[in-house]
């Protein structure tokens, strides 16, 4: 007896220096793998250096650094938050696919969270409704919750990671949830319009075609009159919710249609894709603009999706030629990056009628949405709202994974580059100082310029007009601050 507690006593302790063994080698491979392939560190290294309210983690890349066991996801994700970016993931079949409660969450500056769009109609028709506030989640106070998790999401800002959480709570990989403790079913304590409290448990279930076209169109639904006048300015809006392009049909029928045509390519047909999906854009655009003092475009909680879509779109409704765009690479040599020129495609034309424009952002408004922004601001748009995620890179993810890491198993995914946007035609193609092109970028604060370049990774899009967003806001679209900050705007004749 003595001799089989002694074996298993054994047993025991060469698996625990079996583990301590793989978390080590997944250490030393995840310094390896964002010290050779990060597009720049210093760049992360500044921003938290100027943001330090806005640290997470520690750089664990620092040759001094001492390297911490990452035996799980807690741990890896932990580690990761420290790159400040929220396009890292755990990747990989232990990961899992896309799951979703069905519905959307969104949160105002104070931490509140309402749910925001409902999607998955069949399973929760009835449960909840959007604008439902929610209390708590699965016994744990909202605010408090979300304080919690944004501490495991990745992001540059403390406000971003806030709504990131929410989002995630709605829709993310298994992995995901499981960090924030979730499990196969969430239970929410609500309040509704009327203020009575319910309690719902909602379950998680994977995220097919039909439900991924559902949110698409759920989130691209307007939070806003179409056409309305205050204090004299008659305004006209538009919404886009998500660049994606496969949920639309007038996109898929004339891509299969290009598809057909001899000598097409995949590229040819996606253009024409694209193209449709613009001059329904355009049109829908000019009727919004036409008779309008002011033109408003709500990216609010924009998920972001196919950049080309983004840039058709906001070459478009530009007046300006377009700023050139820059893709920052890491680079072979030592303190250099590398910058490549990004390929824009041909315009699918442009709206008609124009109307000042005001693009309105928040803490939600995510990559492409972020870029969209972005280059609208630097032709001459007005940016109103929250500093957006600063979700800046490109080449989404760098491809494919790398290798699982040996102990956890999990893969990770890093950004392949870090977009510059370029307003003056300053940068070239080639390799360029790192620290002499970041000191570029982080004048005033990593603030965005229209007359030398600048970058959004980690920052965000800082808009011409901060607006918190309220739980008011959350309730009436925005209408209410948007009606006083054009007012606002009107009086210091800014419009």
Known sequence: MHRVIWTIAALCALTMLSNAHAAMDDSTQLRAQVTHNYPSLRY???????????????AFWSIDATLPPLGDANALTRALTALQDQHVALAGTKAGKSETLGVLFRTASDGSVIIWRLFDTTAISGLVAEGDQVLAIDGQDAHSWLQRVATLTFGGQRRGRYAEAATELGLATPVVHRVAGLKNAVTLRLQDAKHQTKTVTLHYKPVDAALAKSMTAAINRSDLPQRFTTEGLRIGTLRLGAFAPQYDDAFVTASDTASKQPDATDDTAMIAGYCAVVRNFIREADAAARGADVLVLDLRGNLGGFDREAWLLADALRTRPSLSTLDLFASKGASTVQLTKEHTDPSCGHVTSHAPLVVLTDAGTRSAGEFMASWLWASGATVVGERTVGAGGGFEFNGEPAAPLPGSGYAVRLSGNFSVFDPTGTLTDGEHAEGVLIDMLAQDHFAPSRTRPFAIQSVGLRPDRA?????????????????????????????
């Open 467 to 495: 607006l918190s967003t309220t739980l008011t806001d959350l309730h009436d679209g925005g209408h209410a601050s948007l009606v006083n900050v054009l007012a606002q705007l009107k009086a210091k004749h800014l419009l």
């Open 44 to 58: 992360v290294e500044r921003y938290r250096h100027d943001f330090p309210e806005e640290i997470q983690g520690k």
